[in-house]
């Protein structure tokens, strides 16, 4: 098989393995169903409830979504007054670490007080988990321009905003960019969070309703559809990354040569 059309098949190839393993492991060590569900189970549960699953993944997928949107556009704002000046990037670094320490999963009761029960703790639980990793990569790509191209740059008659705009945001894309793949997933997290504490629909809902009601194999389907909407997301920026910054692969793969 040519190299690279394996290479390409490797995911599939591996998913499929995995899921092989799974479930001939629950086959031969006979493992209680109430501990570990085989996939093949968890497919039936998809194949059955199919109208509910799809209800509650879409209900999932659009509140991470719109969770996420708040916080890449949050997120840029943030980033460029955080990597307008070396002083306040080492103001507010403190400060958003600090923020980022807190578990969110301690936050989403109050977020629950404050807006109800529904889709908009979470849609606020997804924006906070989330928007942390696109700001730091923004900063992080405009606060590592060298001093002597600023240098150059200035001396050739560059304002401070000309040097963001034609050096420092050009910079920050691949840092940008690799940040919305980490962040897409983090905001899933926090959506489910929010939703397995205090919602009326989506995955974490789902999960937590048949959890308690053991009925696991629709458990593991809910948990099996949360991480395919988390790879295909995954996919999607990986994809946008790659569009926006061939220069910076190329780059790479040219010094790896």
């Known amino acids: 098989m040519n190299p690279r059309t394996l290479e390409k098949l490797s995911p599939w190839l591996f998913t499929i393995a995995i ?11 006979k493992v209680n169903t109430s501990v570990l569900q085989p996939p093949s189970a968890a497919f039936a ?7 509910v699953f799809l209800y509650h993944s879409w209900v999932t997928l659009w ?10 556009g949050f997120g840029i704002i943030l980033g460029l007054v955080v990597g307008w000046s070396r002083a306040i ?13 807190i578990p969110k ?13 529904g889709e908009v703790p979470a849609i606020v639980t997804a924006f906070l988990i989330s928007f942390f990793p696109i700001v730091v990569n923004i900063a992080t790509g405009l606060a590592t321009t060298e001093p002597e191209l600023e240098d150059v740059l200035r001396a050739l008659g560059a304002g401070k905003l000309d040097i963001m705009l034609k050096v420092g945001i050009p910079r920050a894309l691949p840092y940008f960019f690799g940040s919305l793949k980490i962040a ?6 926090g959506t489910v969070v929010s939703e397995t504490l205090g919602a009326n629909a989506g995955l974490g809902y789902l999960i937590a309703l048949e959890g308690a009601s053991f009925r696991m194999a629709n458990v593991y389907a809910a948990l099996l559809l ?5 790879v295909l997301m995954y996919a999607v920026f990986a994809g946008i990354e790659q569009h926006f910054t061939k220069w910076a692969f190329r780059s790479q793969m040219s010094a790896a040569g």
């Open 19 to 29: 899921f092989l393993a799974w479930e001939l492991a629950c086959i031969v060590f």
């Open 45 to 51: 549960a998809m194949f059955k409830l199919w109208r």
């Open 105 to 117: 999963v301690a936050i989403v009761p109050l977020l629950i007080l404050w807006f109800g029960i």
């Open 63 to 72: 509140v991470t979504m719109v969770g996420f949107a708040l916080a890449v």
């Open 89 to 101: 990037y080492r103001g507010l670094y403190p400060v958003m670490i600090g923020f980022n320490t």
């Open 184 to 189: 897409i997933t983090l905001a899933f997290v």
């Open 226 to 230: 949360l991480a395919f909407e988390g």
